[in-house]
């Protein structure tokens, strides 16, 4: 796909075992585009190794139909149950098997709370608020997973953090 030199192409990834959104977010003249989300579900009932196959290859095809990239960022996890960490760090190697095959990496990441902070204005909220949150700064139909608006938000709070867009921009309402 031919983009302007002038659009900034952000992926960012929401990381789970059971559930991964991903998003695709363009800056164009300081102001976000959601370009594409998508997310995969996994069945608990199979083995993690499988899971995570399935992880790498959904991921694998998502980041093939929308290269290049200038930015890749996921939320940030951190937890002290070990079985939540082995499923989330699964999850994040199946992540970055795909990434490596193109010769890309994860370039940072954005822990859960900074994300709804810049976002929302405070560290704490549901899924629907999230959500909200996002549509102040792009449009999209509906989002079929709260994954894929978590993905959407994880790049949002992180291009804002960056000042790659500002706060003070979302998206004009029309109405």
């Keep these: 796909m031919a983009r302007s030199k002038k659009t900034f192409r952000t992926l960012a990834i929401d990381t789970s075992l059971g ?10 003249n300081g102001k976000p585009k ?14 993690i190794a499988l899971r995570t196959k399935h992880i790498e290859a959904w991921v694998h095809l998502f980041i093939r139909k929308h290269a290049p990239y200038d930015l890749i960022v996921r939320e940030g996890f ?10 989330v760090f699964s999850a994040w190697n199946a992540v970055d098997r795909a990434l490596n095959d193109f010769g890309l990496k994860v370039d940072d990441s954005i822990g859960q709370a900074s994300v709804k902070k810049k976002l929302l204005g ?12 996002v549509r102040k700064y792009v449009e999209w139909g509906e989002f079929k997973t709260s994954d894929e608006s978590d993905a959407c938000a ?14 003070e921009n979302p998206k004009e309402e029309t109405e």
């Design 122 to 133: 405070k560290g704490r909220a549901e899924k629907e608020e999230v959500e909200a949150g």
């Design 19 to 28: 559930c991964p959104g991903i998003a695709v977010i363009d800056v164009i």
């Design 154 to 167: 994880i790049g949002l709070a992180y291009l804002i953090d960056k000042e790659i867009i500002t706060k």
């Design 78 to 87: 951190a937890s002290k149950i070990p079985h939540t960490n082995y499923t």
């Design 34 to 47: 959601l370009v594409d989300v998508s997310h995969v579900k996994t069945k608990s009932t199979e083995p």
